[in-house]
């Protein structure tokens, strides 16, 4: 079943001698239960094109079907709303609240959103990210990779139809980089959920379903 949907999608910035194709007529699309890595070199367009997948950004031209659902023919007020509710956003720097704790910061979409947490699921989604003893401590008493699974638990909490990761283990060690990939992947089989990882670390790219390469803002191979 096919969960996203791209279709000529371009993203141009400035004008005359300023301007930018940061996206040249992007078309592609991907399976429910999918795990996919978008690769290519600082400057490429990847994360660009994760920000307009994730509706941070709209396109210059060129749609995003999400679950069918065409997400730029939304106002930016129910955008946002479509967004936190189905689109679970991972960042390379966690984005985390310093004043929360860490069961703060993974319910704070479902706080924004007035819905309440199951106490069950919070607890199983804990211990799926080894943060089961760490649900008390504020960010800065934690690790960068425990902070990075901090940010997977707040896209995961909401159960969403996608999750978009920019460059998740950019900020991390070997081992934490290999704890993270490993997370995403049994997110990805266990919780079935449907990702997109962006990376320039073709190795971590390996451990996806598929691989998209681009360039210049332009689709160049798919394996």
Same mark, same amino acid.
């Given at each position: 079943?096919? +969960?996203?949907?791209?279709?000529?999608?371009?993203?141009?910035?400035?004008?005359?001698?300023?301007?930018?194709?940061?996206?040249?007529?992007?078309?592609?699309?991907?399976e429910?239960? %999918?795990?996919v890595?978008i690769?290519?070199?600082?400057?490429?367009?990847?994360?660009?094109?994760?920000?307009?997948?994730?509706?941070?950004?709209?396109?210059?031209?060129?749609?995003?079907? +999400?679950?069918?659902?065409?997400?730029?023919?939304?106002?930016?007020?129910?955008?946002?709303?479509f967004?936190?509710? =189905?689109?679970?956003?991972?960042? =390379?720097?966690?984005?985390?609240?310093?004043?929360?704790?860490?069961?703060?910061?993974?319910?704070?979409?479902?706080?924004?959103?007035?819905? %309440?947490?199951?106490?069950?699921?919070?607890?199983? @989604?804990?211990?799926l990210?080894?943060? =089961?003893n760490r649900?008390?401590?504020?960010?800065?008493?934690?690790?960068g990779? =425990?902070?990075?699974?901090?940010?997977?638990?707040?896209?995961?909490?909401?159960?969403?139809?996608?999750?978009?990761?920019?460059e998740?283990?950019?900020?991390?060690?070997?081992?934490?980089?290999?704890? +993270?990939?490993?997370?995403?992947?049994?997110?990805?089989? %266990? @919780?079935?959920?449907?990702?997109?990882?962006?990376?320039?670390?073709? %190795?971590i790219?390996?451990?996806?379903?598929?691989?998209?390469?681009?360039?210049?803002?332009?689709?160049t191979?798919?394996?």
């Amino acid at each position: 079943m096919e +969960i996203l949907k791209v279709e000529n999608l371009t993203k141009i910035y400035g004008k005359g001698t300023t301007k930018v194709v940061a996206l040249d007529n992007v078309s592609f699309s991907v399976e429910k239960g %999918e795990f996919v890595a978008i690769v290519g070199a600082s400057g490429s367009g990847k994360s660009t094109l994760l920000h307009i997948l994730g509706g941070v950004d709209r396109p210059t031209s060129g749609k995003v079907f +999400i679950d069918g659902k065409d997400i730029f023919n939304f106002n930016d007020d129910k955008l946002a709303i479509f967004r936190r509710r =189905q689109v679970g956003l991972i960042y =390379q720097f966690y984005n985390l609240i310093p004043i929360l704790n860490i069961e703060e910061n993974i319910t704070l979409p479902l706080s924004l959103d007035n819905r %309440e947490v199951s106490k069950d699921t919070l607890d199983d @989604l804990l211990m799926l990210l080894g943060l =089961q003893n760490r649900r008390n401590h504020l960010p800065n008493e934690l690790s960068g990779g =425990q902070q990075q699974r901090t940010s997977i638990g707040r896209a995961l909490i909401t159960n969403p139809t996608i999750i978009l990761a920019d460059e998740p283990t950019g900020n991390l060690d070997s081992k934490s980089s290999d704890e +993270i990939v490993a997370l995403l992947k049994k997110s990805n089989k %266990e @919780l079935k959920q449907t990702i997109i990882m962006i990376t320039h670390n073709m %190795e971590i790219a390996k451990e996806a379903d598929r691989i998209i390469r681009i360039e210049d803002g332009k689709i160049t191979s798919e394996e």
